[in-house]
């Protein structure tokens, strides 16, 4: 049975599964009211978040702000809908900015990592993120993010130039983005069925796989206690962090893809130094 797309993350957070990729609600731990929206889900996913939100938070009460991990097309393609009816500010990461303010278009992708008919069909992916009504500011320096003081931004690059990952500390919480996630996304079946298994960002999408190792580490440095990531259901206790140690331990052989127009030649410590 394909789990439900509206799931519980932790305290304050909840998650919505548009097809397939996830967005975040996340109300604050110190305003009641206050809350933001992580992502912005595929193209004609807006209707369904905002009646989620509304679930959540009640009618008229639009988010702090929205904040993305990154821009690709199925983390913002709900948002145009939406910002013709909240007028809030956006964020991403400086180095996210000429790609989601529709500046340049992201590398193509590289269906020659294999997977299967996700990888396949990832020339037909648009690179041009959404055209959002309003500019996408730079997200504060210093980790700070809008509204929600017990949260911080990290900068978590290699899957895209400006991937960010969002930390709770004081319970641990992860919302990773795709720097590191829970199903196989190259795979239909595994995205279909939410199979559960950890994974480095989707391949077919990352162009800078020694920053995406990079990230991951500094991610399992954190000691996260749960994982709640773009692609796949939420992850909690002890097997998920040690089947990610294994991942990160033979990155060459259990991560990174055997071939590939953005994989290393050869992956040696001076290629992810």
Do not use: C
Not at 40 to 47: D, N
Not at 53 to 62: I, N, S
Not at 69 to 81: K, R
């Amino acid at each position: 049975m394909r789990p439900s797309p509206t799931f519980h993350v932790a305290g304050g957070v909840a998650g919505l599964r548009t097809l397939m990729v996830n967005v975040y609600f996340v109300a604050s731990g110190s305003e009641p009211g206050v809350w933001m929206l992580v992502d912005g889900g595929l193209r004609g996913a807006g209707p369904r978040i905002l009646r989620e939100a509304e679930r959540h938070f009640g009618t008229g009460v639009p988010p702090r702000a929205i904040v993305l991990t990154h821009g690709h097309f199925d983390h913002v393609g709900g948002l145009p809908w939406l910002l013709q009816r909240w007028q809030v500010p956006v964020f991403a990461h400086p180095n996210e900015l000429r790609f989601v303010n529709g500046q340049r278009p992201y590398a193509p992708a590289d269906p020659s990592v294999g997977g299967g008919v996700m990888t396949l069909s990832s020339p037909l992916y648009p690179r041009h993120p959404a055209k959002l009504p309003v500019a996408v500011h730079a997200l504060p320096e210093h980790g700070a993010v809008p509204g929600l003081p017990e949260w911080e931004w990290i900068a978590t690059p290699g899957h895209s130039p400006g991937h960010v990952s969002l930390w709770r500390a004081h319970d641990r919480l992860l919302i990773s983005g795709d720097a590191v996630i829970s199903t196989r996304q190259e795979s239909a079946l595994a995205v279909w069925r939410q199979t559960r298994e950890v994974r480095p960002p989707p391949a077919y999408f990352t162009h800078d796989w020694p920053a995406a190792y990079r990230s991951m580490l500094r991610l399992r440095q954190l000691n996260p206690a749960v994982l709640a990531s773009g692609h796949g259901q939420p992850l909690s206790g002890e097997s998920w962090l040690r089947e990610l140690d294994q991942l990160l331990a033979d990155f060459p052989h259990r991560g990174l893809p055997p071939r590939g127009r953005y994989v290393p030649s050869e992956w040696t410590e001076r290629a992810v130094a």
